[in-house]
């Protein structure tokens, strides 16, 4: 069953406000990816977290690896509409035997 | 000069028909994948192919067959198609075989099976 959850489902910010997506694992991960989806369009890759604890920043993105290796989080800080998509996480579970995990993803709309 | 390319784009078709969904990978990498995303946007990812070889196989129904004539092409056979298999199926590659390794997807082919 699903063992990367990722929330919230959805979600509605005013375009300036901040934005965040949390990823939870029961198990714990061997490392987390991220994954941008604009609407109609593929995953495209953003970044890979390994060490516990690690936080790496891209401009208005701050990504951040748990203590624990269990959890993650994206921030999107002051958001734009450029900003529009489906936000994945996506983790090794176990032995790696079954390749990534991905969340069910949180779908950002922002409100001009 | 795309790194990932899927045909067809978009692909309707009748319950019981057979169908081909192509994948070919200009970037030299190792393994190729295949996903499905229903439209609810969940992604599974459903098969794996390194060096020829398949190296998972989710719960996937045997009327799915991947096939892969070489490295940089992986396509997707379908079966008596069911109603249940619309979806988006993305094609995807990485560099190794390492489930550390980033993906690179394909645009995507939207199935709709009538």
């Known amino acids: 069953g699903q063992q990367v959850m990722q929330i919230p489902q959805y979600q509605h910010v005013q375009e300036g406000e901040d934005f965040t997506t949390y990823c939870n694992s029961s198990?714990?991960?061997?490392?987390i990816q991220w994954y941008k989806q604009r609407p109609g369009g593929h995953p495209v890759f953003l970044i890979q977290l390994v060490k516990s604890g690690e936080v790496k920043k891209q401009k208005r993105l701050t990504f951040q690896f748990g203590e624990a290796k269990k959890n993650s989080s994206l921030h999107i800080t002051a958001t734009q509409t450029t900003d529009v998509g489906t936000y994945f996480c996506?983790?090794?579970?176990?032995?790696?035997?079954?390749?990534?995990?991905f969340g069910k993803g949180t779908h950002l709309i922002i409100q001009p | 000069d795309t790194a990932v390319s899927q045909t067809p784009k978009y692909l309707v078709t009748q319950m019981g028909n057979d169908k081909s969904i192509k994948c070919e990978q200009n970037l030299g990498h190792d393994t190729m994948y295949w996903y499905k995303q229903d439209s609810k946007k969940f992604l599974k990812i459903m098969f794996s192919y390194n060096n020829k070889e398949l190296i998972i196989n989710e719960t996937v129904p045997n009327r799915f067959s991947p096939k892969s004539p070489d490295k940089a092409h992986l396509n997707l056979h379908i079966n008596s198609l069911e109603l249940g298999d619309s979806a988006v199926y993305f094609c995807a590659s990485s560099q190794v075989n390492l489930p550390l390794d980033t993906q690179y997807f394909g645009p995507g082919t939207r199935l709709t099976v009538l």
């Open positions: 996506a983790g090794i579970v176990g032995g790696g035997a079954d390749g990534l995990t």
């Open positions: 198990t714990t991960l061997s490392n």
